[in-house]
């Protein structure tokens, strides 16, 4: 039990369509990731919010945005969902900031189709 | 991006044997992580290493670095069938404000 939770486990969308996952961080964890995961390979970095701005973000183009909210809850939205948006969406929280373990929502399956 | 690769991609062994992980990585780190995936859901942190050490221990886990080489290695001793998943090595980077995670290495326990 990392303490970290996500919503929903599954969702299924249609190319062109828009989504919002969200995650719901340890209380005191002020550091939010977002992370995407395609079948057979490892976490790709989307971005990261500190007390609630961006403070680093990979190489994932302006249709996917995130929040961090006070109350230690993060979204992650994507707009005009594409076939190769599907993929497992981890929330990943983080005491403090950098250089500290990270503690992992247990994802969301989305599939577009 | 990738940063770490993982070696082997996918291992085998029996029950009670030893299995060792091996990780790459390419840029100066404050620190490297494994984690531990069950069937394509969240991960699990295992250990956390940082740069100025080269060896660590957790119950059956050990973790060594070599900042010199830019390699990290995990072992599992004593292996349980439990202990069938992905295993990730992340580098947290001195700069960078991520974890830049490898491709994974698949182990299957046999009973």
């Known amino acids: 039990e990392t303490g970290v939770t996500q919503s929903p486990t599954h969702l299924i969308k249609t190319r062109g369509q828009q989504v919002t996952l969200r995650c719901s961080s340890q209380?005191?964890?002020?550091?939010v990731s977002w992370y995407q995961q395609a079948l057979g390979q490892g976490p790709q970095f989307i971005f990261q919010y500190y007390r609630e701005e961006e403070n680093g973000r990979g190489n994932f183009p302006p249709r996917f945005s995130g929040l961090q909210f006070p109350n230690y809850s993060s979204e992650l939205n994507v707009n005009a969902l594409e076939l190769d948006d599907s993929a497992l969406y981890l929330c990943a929280s983080r005491p403090g900031g950098r250089y500290t373990e990270a503690f992992f929502g247990q994802g969301t399956r989305l599939t577009v189709v | 991006s990738q940063q770490g690769e993982e070696d082997p991609q996918a291992l085998s062994i029996q029950e009670g044997e030893n299995a060792t992980m091996n990780c790459s990585y390419k840029?100066?780190?404050?620190?490297l992580q494994w984690y531990r995936q069950n069937s394509g859901r969240g991960l699990v942190h295992l250990i956390l290493i940082r740069s100025n050490e080269r060896e660590k221990h957790s119950g059956r886990l050990r973790v060594t670095l070599d900042t010199s080489k830019k390699s990290s290695s995990l072992l599992i001793t004593a292996s349980r069938a439990a202990d069938t998943a992905s295993y990730f090595c992340?580098?947290?980077?001195?700069?960078?404000?991520?974890?830049?995670f490898g491709q994974g290495t698949r182990l299957t326990i046999n009973p």
């Open positions: 209380s005191g964890h002020n550091t």
């Open positions: 840029t100066s780190i404050n620190n």
């Open positions: 992340a580098t947290d980077d001195s700069g960078a404000q991520k974890l830049v």
